[in-house]
């Protein structure tokens, strides 16, 4: 799968998740945002569930891989509100 499709699919399921959208809405949103097949969309989220999920207070929802980590400290900023996550907090 494309880089470019990976970050279309992501910010279809963020933009799901943080308008508390039903599975079959998100399902056929992700295929129309990315342009893919219900396959490709399927297959995304069978990745996506082995993932390292967080959910900030502010109500943004995503996987950690999303974030930017900083390799010193080991912590990362939500990018809604900017609050302050270390790869071992589970929200």
């Not at 699919?9 to 998740?17: G, P, V």
């Not at 082995?50 to 207070?57: G, N, R």
């Not at 900023?77 to 609050?83: D, E, L, S, V």
Request: overall charge negative; charged content about 30%; hydrophobic content about 30%.
């Amino acid at each position: 799968m494309k880089e470019i499709t990976k970050i279309k699919l992501t910010d279809a399921l963020n933009w799901c998740d943080e308008n508390d959208k039903s599975t079959l809405f998100t399902i056929q949103y992700m295929m129309d945002y990315a342009k893919v097949q219900h396959e490709t969309v399927i297959r995304f989220l069978e990745s996506e569930s082995k993932k390292q999920k967080i959910k900030c207070t502010c109500g943004w929802a995503g996987v950690m891989y999303n974030l930017v980590v900083d390799s010193e400290s080991g912590t990362a900023n939500c990018p809604k509100c900017g609050q302050e996550y270390t790869t071992m907090d589970e929200k």
